[in-house]
């Protein structure tokens, strides 16, 4: 089940960490087994104890928990190296035609992203922004390992879906979400934008951002952004321009 191939084969998740088991639990995943070492002190960890309690109660309650020895807990621990808690969801598959918009809704796209650990701390930021769902692109499965750890969890608690570039565009168009492409050679910036509507922002991989990808056409108007630099560097970690732009929108929004 460490084997990407296997866990979408099987439509399993593998979450490993009390703070990131209770984020699906609460995100309401379905429960295959919770499994912990023989070891573990249970009530000596303050600081996640509330996440403790809650995945043992959780676990118990749905007959799912499994005590393992120590060797065993480090050969199914991400890593080797565990933390506490290994736990197995059935996979969400929720249909992005079936997800139901706010009026006001605010959507991240994440295209062609390779970093786990950067998709994740994408949700981490859009979480605190208050973004209501990330569409992905040919990106990096977002229950990659490094996402949920890089996520804090939040990666279960943002709906997101994956979808082809026509797919996702015919659904931006058909819900009347105005569209934007961050590209570092566009002359609007984030300040003259109007992101107060049913907004989608685009980005791109810090590496070669979109090129020739979300191009503009006649029936899909696109509008570049970009975030104004005064430094050396060219470009911005994808999560920091996630963030950026994502309190930006919900600045706007606040001041409406």
């Known amino acids: 089940m460490r084997d990407n191939r296997s866990r979408r084969k099987a439509n399993r998740v593998l979450v490993d960490g009390w703070r990131e088991t209770s984020q699906a639990i609460l995100a309401g995943l379905e429960l295959c087994g919770v499994y912990v070492p023989e070891s573990v002190i249970l009530g ?6 509330p996440s403790v309690d809650l995945v043992m109660r959780h676990a118990k309650a749905h007959k799912k928990l499994n005590w393992v020895a120590d060797a065993l807990m480090e050969k199914i621990s991400y890593g080797q190296s565990s933390r506490g808690v290994v736990a197995e969801f059935v ?9 139901d918009l706010s009026e006001n809704s605010l ?4 295209d062609c992203i390779e970093k786990p650990g950067n998709v994740g701390a ?6 605190a922004a208050g973004v209501d769902a990330i569409l992905l692109c040919q990106c990096v499965d977002q229950y990659n390992p490094n996402s949920i750890r890089s996520s804090l ?3 279960f608690q943002i709906p997101s879906f994956e979808g082809t570039e026509p797919e996702l565009r015919d659904y931006l168009v058909s819900r009347g979400i105005r569209i934007y492409a961050a590209r570092v050679e566009s002359s609007q910036t984030l300040w003259e ?12 991989s810090e590496a070669i951002g979109l090129k020739q990808r ?3 056409r006649p029936e899909a108007v696109i509008d570049g952004i970009c975030i104004p630099m ?9 999560s920091a321009s996630a963030a950026i732009l994502s309190f930006e929108a919900a600045r706007q929004r606040s001041a409406t």
Do not use: H, Y
């Open 153 to 155: 969890g939040t990666v």
């Open 107 to 110: 959507i991240l796209i994440l």
């Open 193 to 204: 934008c109007d992101l107060k509507g049913p907004t989608a922002i685009i980005l791109g």
């Open 44 to 49: 000596k960890n303050d600081e996640f104890q």
């Open 214 to 216: 979300w191009l503009p």
């Open 91 to 99: 996979r969400p598959m929720a249909s992005l035609k079936s997800f």
């Open 230 to 238: 005064s430094g050396k560097a060219d470009s911005l970690n994808i």
């Open 122 to 127: 994408v949700f981490r930021s859009a979480d």
